[in-house]
């Protein structure tokens, strides 16, 4: 498969073509899922639990049925009599859809009202009455491993709040080198528990026929296929009776992967209602209940030579996954691909350990890069090299220059089994080095430091693995994850392309269009692309963990390349010639020595209709089922420079630079767009965001005054550059890009605030990095405005 | 969110006086702040409906009331629910004999569950304290005005 592109006038591909999805997104055109009504359709809200862990005592309807407008309330002891009282997470765990016995953490779903309108609908919520016994909360996961620790979860066989134990590596090479080590560095290190709160919050429409038994659900989903199947499964209805629609959506994040309960009690109250029932949360309910991200208490050990040449890397995590272990994982990979830990480095060993355990909080972990976990490696591991440096008192671009993967040893196998597909680090280094002034910038930071003020640069030098996956390792729920595309071209010439994906404001209705127009010669303007309807689209595992252009973009590739092969005999046929005769050259078949003797695919596609060869069957379109070979790997190097306010402890990032390689790029104003979004995403993550929980696992932060997202007003510049390492297995040499950015910052802006204050004897601090915890440690230095 | 208050009432009560009255649903019920509605269950049970407001949050909630003697003096506690939240309050009150009457001694742990808590946030430690201190001097000042 070769990954190179002709040059030719017809030349589509990374052309910056304004997005054709955003006229109607920017003049109020989306059709959002809260945006639908349909004729008799009712309301539902949930009652949810103010208890983190307590027995439900009693649950009184009857107050609620008497409120005008209610048509229904639904417990879970009405789902029991159902067998819907629990369903299963993507995890092989068993999550509960409405709480039947006892609630597992607060805003845990006790109740639904169903009812003519909304307000009836949170008027009878209200007048619900729940009996509740507290039980003991378990909001730490280092507490709820201890043996007198309540055991949260009666349903199981395992009477332990441990939920699973994962381990990758080597560990006795591991151990070796440990012992053999010059120098060894340790550290503590935790991801923040964070939530993507994305713009619409999570929402449906069930919308159940029972003459026809045939439910339509219009729902916010990344993965609507992915739904469609977990409800076959779950509700036990026809697969071929459900149709999922997936509307606009307004952004993701890996929000909108799992399927909630909510989903599942709106389409038991449209079966029990006869009526279409629509839910969408309130803001609170999605910072609440819906699934975070993260979470992880990360202990990372690098074993060195005193000249720094890493030898051996060792993790101890555990993962708090609160009430459910609802993650979205691969069978194989529990804790996602959290062993892509050793970053970009030549570590000889490494051994990685993962305990995942369950705690009074909200399940999940689907969101920022999925349930991946590669955005929890690639901090770790860059946070662990500037310590290293910081110990061996090295610079630490030079650490890192010293330890990269060498251009010349790619394909290279990593210590706990990746194989990273290209890559040239040194190159994308000294590059990102020198386009932001590295020296200069050093010298401005010794002389500031001789004067008392506070400057750090940062550096975070990750490399990403996206595009899941093959199918002999990827899969949920045992659907491997390829991806599909179906093209359908018109007489006139015209396409529609329909995909397995949905976008969430990826711009997939121009980069697919751009990658269809490229390969069979039309103006993207002719191509149309269509997502997120089951009915129409083929089977795909959805848009998350930076997939959609390494599956489905590849997918609409080969599929279009399918038709260009059909193309080619009609081409013979109506040019008078050999198929081989033929060259594709300028978006055209043209006889080869004879460029004016060419047809058009709008000819071609004409003929398919009209004029036929003898005996060929007529049409032309082509469905393709991808299955990557192997995943890609997409890296980066990024660098913050920040001045610390030693009066405020505030922390103004003066730069920051986003060197990405994520191969071939088939829309720079896109990439761009979606770096700039991911590096705010990293930007919030470091500086503001945590979930907190007090004692009694109340959720502190359910609102925007207490959860922070930067607004202009904080964001700082985002710099941009690429080089480009083409895959060598992706039919455009693409990598992805969507989720990079993220995964890559939080690393450079608090390597850059420990870097300002490293003289102090400043070696870690946890995000967020408030200004609080900045002012607290300048105060404990000594230092004084 | 889990807190704890202690305070003392110099009450000009005998001790005797105070000890019936703080084991009596029906007077300790109505001492409750913003009380709305009190219905007495039997000698040591009290259902209540108070007002309560924080911050933004404003709404009714219903209280389980259960006195318990304790030594010489009693246990209050308070359970209830309202707004999808949960509160509970469990006071030790101890009583000393004093030249001018009885001085009251508790101490009370309160916890709050739910978006009361959430919403509540920083407002909630001072209005839940308030609530708690307006209780015993509600207790001191109708015990006064019936010793007079």
Redesign the interface.
Known sequence: MSATLTESPHRVLGQPIKRKEDPRFLTGQGRYLDDIKLPNMAYMAIVRSPYAHARIVSINKEPALAVPGVLAVITGEDLEKLGLAWMPTLNGDQQMVLAVGKVLFQYQEVAAVIATSREAAYDGAAAVEVEYDPLPVVVDPFKALEPDAPILREDRKEKSNHIWRWESGDKAATDKAFAEAEVVIKEKIRFPRVHPSPLEPCGCIADYNKTQNHLTLYVTSQAPHAYRTVLAMVTKLPEHQIRVISPDVGGGFGNKVPVYPGYVVAIVGSMLTGRPVKWVETRTENLASTHFARDYHMTVEIAATREGQVKALRVHTVADHGAFDAQAVPSKWPAGLFNICTGSYTFEAAHVVVDAVYTNKAPGGVAHRCSFRVTEASYLIERAMDILAHELKMDPAELRRKNLIPADKFPWKSPTGWVYDSGNYHHTLDYALNLIGYKELRKEQAEKRARGELMGIGISFFTEVVGAGPSKHFDILGIKMFDSAEIRVHPTGKAIVRLGTRHQGQGHETTYAQIVAEELGLSPDDVLVEEGDTDTAPYGLGTYASRSTPTSGAAAAMCARRIREKARKIAAYLLECGEHDLEWADGRFQVKGAPHQSVTMQQIAFAAYTNPPPGMEPGLEATYYYDPPNLTFPYGCYIAVVDIDKGTGEVKVRRFLAVDDCGTIINPMIVQGQVHGGLTEGFAIAFMQDIVFDENGNNLVTNFTEYMLPTAVETPRWETAHTVTPSPHHPLGAKGVGESPNVGSPAAFVNAVVDALSHLGVRHIDMPITREKVWRILRSAGIDE | ??VQFSGTEAIRAPKEQVRQFILDPNQVGQCLPDLQELTVADPTHATAIVKIGVGPVRGRFKLDIELQPSGDAATIHVRG?G????L?MMSEVRLEETPEGTNLHWQADA?????????G?RLLEGQARKTVEQLFANIRSRLESVAV
């Open positions: 969110m889990k629910s707004m999808g939240s949960g509970s916890s709050v569950s739910g978006p009361l808590a959430s919403v946030g």
